[in-house]
């Protein structure tokens, strides 16, 4: 059974930094995507950035590109969303999930099979 762990989140100012972490066990074909996703109250589900656990390639969302970076440590079975230069709009609950590699790099919700519980990253300005 896959499970997937968020955690990392917190209240920073604008500008400030942040790094979430994803801790997943039960490794099967379908976690070799993993992909980070917010959710802003009122607002849609959205995928900020993903990363290819087997060749270590990376897509990000337009709104975060140059400020996040996706990263992983297959020791620990962890990815990381190291956020910086954070700006109020990134407020929302940030989550992991794990998909099969077969759509590619996807930032869509529907490529994803297992979900963790989330983490609230919230930036003041």
């Known amino acids: 059974q896959v499970q997937l762990v968020e955690s990392g989140g917190g209240s920073v100012q604008a500008g400030g930094s942040l790094r979430l972490s994803c801790r997943s066990s039960?490794?099967?074909?379908?976690?070799?995507?993993i992909g980070w996703f917010r959710q802003a109250p009122g607002k849609e589900r959205e995928g900020v950035a993903v990363?290819?656990?087997?060749?270590?390639?990376?897509y990000y969302h337009d709104s975060v590109k140059g400020r996040f970076t996706v990263s992983q440590d297959n020791a620990k079975n962890t990815v990381y969303l190291q956020m910086n230069s954070l700006k109020p709009e990134d407020t929302a609950m940030y989550y992991c999930?794990?998909?099969?590699?077969?759509?590619?790099?996807?930032?869509?919700?529907?490529?994803?099979?297992?979900w963790g519980q989330g983490t609230q990253v919230t930036v003041s300005s």
């Open positions: 039960g490794y099967t074909d379908t976690t070799k995507l």
């Open positions: 990363i290819d656990t087997a060749r270590g390639h990376t």
């Open positions: 999930a794990a998909g099969p590699y077969i759509y590619g790099l996807s930032l869509e919700r529907d490529a994803y099979k297992h």
